[in-house]
Structures are given as C-alpha cells and as structure tokens.
C-alpha cells in the first residue's frame, strides 16, 4: 500500500468521520457509511486522515468529536439524529461549540407535513419535536430521504462539523445532495483528487497478468496498479493521486485505453459492471435467446442473468438438473453418457447444454457440472471439477477450469466462469462469420 | 440504543480497536474486523469504548495507538504486518514502549519452513525477513492461518497492545486462537459479559410481533428485545448485560423458551439458521423429495436449496420457467389457465408446482411466479405481486403476499416466502396424520 496522504497538496482539506452508534461499537452492525463517505469524498480531493466510531453515550460522542476536531478542525458524523432521547449527536456537539439548541419551525413545520403526509393517525408525536431542535447558528441541510434532517455547525475560527443521520440510505442520498456540492464549493476548482477505475478482467489467472501486462504491470505514467482477485475475476485498479480533477480524468481515460489494448477480450467492463449483464446485451444485440441447464449451481446461473431486469426478452428458463436422472429425462443425456464419462464430464455437459438448447428453442444453451464438496470429490475427480458447455446454434465448446474455494466459492466461480464461456464463444461466432 | 457500557462492571477491561490501512480510510475495504473482534469480546466480557482506523504512516498509526492507550490502556490493532516496507505497525507501536527491534530466530525458522513446505523456488525472499523482526520484550503469538504472527507488547504499568493481521480469515483465526483464550484468563470468573441469542421468523409481519409477543414486547426480566426486520424475516435480539457469563446464558435460555412459547411455529431458528437449510432437515426426516418451478425468482430457489452441502438425497431438481411457452411445454401449465389468470396468478403457480412435483417425480414441489420490477406492473397487480404455491403429494397451497422492496429484495423475498410456505405445509402435514 502506497502513502496516498502524502501526496496530497496542502490546500486540500482533511477530514475526519466520526461514525456514533452502540450497535457499530458493539459490531451488530457493520458501518459502511465510512467507507462511502471516504470514496465519495476522495473523488472530489478531501483526504479522509483518521476515522472514529464511538457509542450513543452524550460523553462519548462529545470527547470523539472534540479530539477530532482538535486534529484536522473539520468533522463529519453519521448516526444519533433519530427521535429519541438516546440520539444525542447534536446537543453534544452543539456544547463543543458553546451553542443552545433552539426550536426550528421551518424543520417542525416539515416534519409535521411528513407525518400528515403518510396518512398517520393523530398529531405528530412529541419525541419527533426533538428532531426540530437545531445548535444555534447552525445550518439545516435538507434531507429528502428521510425525516432527521443534517446539520452543518462551523465557528468563528472556520472549524466545522456535519452532522448526518445514520441509515444508509439516507446518508448516502445527503452526501450526493448537500454534502459533496457543499464541499466541493467550498475546495474551489484548485483541489487535487484520488481517482481511480477499475477494470473487469475473467478468464485470465493473477499470475498470468504481468506478462500481459508487461511494462504496465506495475503501474505506469504515474498511475498506481492494483490487482483485486475475487469469485468473479480479477479486478485490476488504476488510481491517480495528487491531480486536478480534470487531469486525473484525462490519465487515468489513457491508463484505461493502454491495459485495455493489451488485455483484449479478457477485459468484459469497468467498475461494478456485471458479466451476466454483458452477455444479455450481447444476445440481446444478435436477437438471440438463452437457456441453461445447471447441476452443481442448482439455479445460480438463471438467477445471475434474470437478476437483470427486462430480462425476460432474452432468457426463456432452463432445467436445474440435480439428480441423473433429470439429466437424462429432462434434458436428454444419453445413460450411457453418464455411464462411461460420469455425471461430472464435458460429455455430459455437452449433452446437457444441446438438450437444454433444442427442448427450450433457445439459439443458445449453457450447461454446468461440478463438484462444489465439501463431500464428493475422488483423486481423479476432486472437488472444484466443474465442466461447462455452451452450445450456441449447434455449435458446441466445453471447458473444465479447476475452481478454488469453499463450496459457495466454488458455484459462484462456476457460474461466473460459464458467462464468461458464452461471451466469448460469441465474440468468436461474430468474428467467424 | 441503550448505554451499554454504562451497565457493564469497572472490573472488566475497557478496550480500544485500532484498524490500520489506506485501503480501509480510503473506503475501498470494508472494515469487517472491527466488527467481529467487538462481538467476540463483548461475549467475554469486554466493552469496546472507541474504535479507530488510520492510514499505513508510521506516524498515522503511532498516534493512532498512543492516543487509544492514553484512554483506555489496552488497545488491539489489527494491519501492517506484512512482508513490504509499508507494513509498518511493528516498529510503530514498539516506539510508543520505546522498545528496539530484534530479529526472532523462531519465528523466522517458521517462515522460511512455510515456504519451503510450498514447494516454492529459491530462498524465501529478504522481504519476509521483516516479518520476523519482534519489538523487545513482546510475546509472540502463533498465526496458524498465514505468515505473520501476532504480536502482544505490554508495559510495566499492564498498558498492553495485541496486534493482529489485517487479513480477516487470519485475524478471525488468531482471535479465536489466542486473543480470546489470553483475554479470558486475564479477566479471570468475574467478568459480566454482553450475550445476546436471536431468534429468527418468518410469516409475520414486524408491526404484528408485538401483540404476539405481549408481556415479553418491549423486552423482560433484565433482558432487552430489539427487532430486526430483513429479506429473510424478523430477527427477535434478546441482550443480557452486565452479568456472569453462566447467569447470562441461564437468563437467556429462560428469555427464548418463554418467546419460542408465545411466537410459535413463526420461529423456524436461531442466530444464523437459514430456512433453507432447516426446510432440507424436514423433508430429509420425512424422506421426501422436492423439486422447484421459477418464474420471477429465475433460480434462487433452487440455488438456496442446493447452497446446502448434502442436499443432493433431497432436491432432484427442477425447471425456471421465464417464459410463458417454457411454462406450458415444460410443466403443463394450462394455455386457458394462463389467458383467464394470467401467469401472476395463484392459479398459473398452483399447476407450476404440481407440473414440478410430477414431472419430476418429486414428493413436493414449490413454485414462485410474481412481478419483480421495475417494469411489469399493473394496478391491479403491481411489482412486489408474488404468487406461490405448494404441492405436498397432490394436496396444494397458495398464497399471493404482497413483497416490497427492489427487484433484488422482491425476489430473495420470494424465495424466502416459498420456503417459508413449505416449511408450515410439512408442518400442517405432520399435524393432520
């Protein structure tokens, strides 16, 4: 890991997050939003320097905040802006500050419009009053996502926090919202960034990329390079630190343009593209349909490609072909298939796509057979042999990668490993023909 | 949110989190750890009063740690023991004791035993030198699961660091291995403890739990309830604080059997239970087998059953029906059933799932058809319209709940609800024979 903090300009500002709650404290709840904050916040050249998290308790959160804010004199806290009398973010912080809270009519009428809004019986209860309660010389920000809305505090010395609330989905609609315009405003166009993109590799081995990578195995033009392996390839990061955010685009658009032209077709997309996504598209561009036919992943991979919505014009189903004998009834392996290759085979596999493809009229099948474990493997045959097959207009090919992992691992690489089959036996139908 | 650590005795150890990681600032991790190492302690009886993540700098983590154990006196780092020069927790943390670095020979013969025993070629790199370089006077402690040990330093006063790998399978290992078994003695008997179970549900809505729940709603005999509402039901927390361990798990065991009395067959298991799993025992007792019919769920079902090592003697299989044709050819859905219904109809699931249960020659079969969004809906049946069915040798069940969420939470709630649904029909079963 490389010192990202250094290479930031001094006109950038540095920030804390404070993250307050008992159930992240106690690890009920993973936190998440730190994580969102620092990247949303990276992008536009604010250096996340240290991040805190302490529990509900008004002592806890005013000695958090205030150690925070003597390091780097800017904060920003989620969590503990709720209605009840245990969410007491803002008279803590607002007694850092020397401020009363005071009644905010503007909030209350609002919050009262909320309530009346949802068709809720009778008046708005009391405890939600507390959420109108405002620090003095604060700034509301509005959050549309939610009743608590966020507060901006600063004092004399230019010193500030932002308070936001704690859900999720909330938190991340104000950081978009008011958060970032805010920030962003206030950094003025001089700021330096960290940027990054990342690319989808499949197919390819960790091991493998260096050499194709060759002299940008290791970074390039001032561009860093991670690799990030995981169940569904692996991801490769170019980040830019320490420039404009204008600049930064431009190296990192020529970074992405050079690993593309020497990773060619291993490269399916960028940044949290899905590859099943990929070969709908794909089909849907060649007007063609799909069904599979899946044993060890037992529905995996029909779930992977109708997960995506308006899928129904591209997939017509498939068979989930646990047991033999739904292999050969279902989709037509010949027993003696079975009997002289076994189940876990490419001929079956072969077998299995060309039966799902003809009995469902689909122009393309995919098939996969597997030993997921932990039980069923044998020396010839050990655990993480996966066959798949695809079977695009009677054209068949069949693979049988050796997969890592526990048993989810293993199905979830099979199926990942099977879209990845089928985009490139249709890369190479359309360069065949 | 309640003041935990309020209630918990001054005997028992106060301790800080540190993370450390540019990965983790910068947000492009997760922090997991943290999360996990505060569960485990609460369980023995430790309170997490502040956690903290800085970047890899030596002076980021030096200050970090120093400032954790000015408050507290005992912190756990987990970051930064790896083999590169940036792994630098080490020499950090041994500065604050103001203790030197020696190379540990132990240490470093099992270093270079692992990579011989890789079959790796050549020397083992200078590199992992590093990682057998010991602050003075610390103990060493075993990491089974990887290459750095974990470090525990402590001075005259009993102000201690333990610090962990980064890596989470790793550090959950060494946590379980050596973190909780040295903490636990060093608290000796009398250390009251945070322990919590949770119930799991299924079929009932949050809003209706209450009433169901009466007297026990709002939590009981020293005991706090609190309700989790997710895609896969309501989880019921029961938190016992601020006493021994055993009078705890007694006051727990007493808590869940009064909740199981009053919530009934809603509860279909415990703490990470998955109704997946509890569903394959029920028809594994009953020597049944089952097979599935898709549409909107596309394979989930399937997947979740077959998620399950050893469900093979169980699920034979089963067919995604996307398609309307696929509906009718594939499991003999009726043409006029479909145009006088629709295929969102309880009528269209109930001949899904007995076409499933015949035609595969399964005892029981299950079928999800519904409008998963975004697109689809109608007013009359709008997105989250979800019609299951069950046939349990030829006697059929159907419901139409209504799912809200996203497409993803739509369907996973599907799949939940059709297992829900078996699960009370084998129960119903049990009851009438």
Chains 1, 2 share one sequence.
């Not at 993973?30 to 969102?36: C, G, L, M, V």
């Not at 690993?259 to 399916?268: A, D, I, S």
């Not at 469902?360 to 042999?385: L, N, Q, R, Y």
């Not at 049988?400 to 979830?412: C, L, M, Y």
């Amino acid at each position: 890991m490389d010192r990202f903090s250094r290479n930031v300009a001094p006109r950038n500002v540095n920030v804390e997050i404070v993250t307050i709650g008992d159930e992240l404290l106690l690890g009920f709840t993973i936190d998440t939003n730190a994580a969102h904050l620092a990247r949303e916040l990276a992008a536009i050249g604010v250096a996340i320097v240290r991040r805190s998290t302490c529990g509900d308790g008004a002592d806890d959160i005013a000695a958090a905040v205030r150690e925070a804010l003597d390091r780097t004199g800017a904060v920003i806290t989620t969590g503990g802006l709720g209605p009840t009398s245990d969410d007491l973010t803002k008279p803590s912080i607002a007694a850092i500050f020397g401020r009363a809270m005071r009644l905010d009519e503007a909030v209350l009428e609002n919050l009262k419009g909320r309530w009346k809004a949802r068709g809720w019986p009778g008046d708005m209860p009391v405890a939600n009053r507390q959420q109108a309660m405002i620090p003095e010389g604060a700034t509301v920000l509005a959050n549309r996502h939610g009743s608590a809305p966020g507060i901006w505090l600063e004092d004399e010395a230019g010193r500030w926090v932002v308070m936001l609330p704690g859900v999720p989905r909330e938190m991340r609609g104000m950081c978009a919202d008011v958060l970032l315009p805010r920030v962003r405003e206030r950094l003025g166009a001089s700021a330096t960034v960290i940027a990054s993109r990342t690319l989808r590799t499949s197919g390819v081995a960790e091991s493998a990329l260096p050499e194709i990578l060759g002299p940008l195995a290791s970074g390039f033009n001032g561009l860093s390079l991670a690799y990030l392996p995981g169940w569904e390839g692996v991801d490769l990061r170019l980040t830019c630190r320490g420039h404009l955010a204008t600049e930064a685009a431009a190296m990192l658009e020529t970074g992405v343009a050079a690993m593309r032209e020497r990773l060619g077709v291993t490269v399916y997309g960028e940044g949290n593209d899905d590859l099943a996504a990929f070969v709908l598209q794909q089909l849907r561009a060649r007007r063609m349909t799909i069904a599979v036919a899946e044993s060890c992943t037992g529905g995996m991979l029909g779930a992977r490609l109708t997960a995506i919505p308006g899928s129904s014009d591209v997939v017509l189903g498939g068979v989930i072909a646990y047991s033999n004998e739904v292999k050969e009834k279902h989709l037509g392996v010949h027993t003696s298939t079975i009997a002289a290759h076994g189940a876990v085979s490419e001929a079956t596999a072969r077998e299995m796509a060309t039966g799902a493809r003809t009995r469902f009229g689909a122009d393309v099948a995919i098939s996969i057979t597997g030993i997921a474990g932990p039980d069923g493997g044998t020396p010839e045959k050990p655990v993480g042999t996966i066959c798949i097959a695809v079977d695009v207009q009677g054209a068949v090919q069949s693979v049988r990668p050796a997969v890592v992992g526990d048993r989810d691992e293993i199905r979830s690489r099979s199926a990942q490993a099977a879209l990845s089959l089928v985009r490139r036996a249709l890369l190479l139908q359309s360069e065949t023909t």
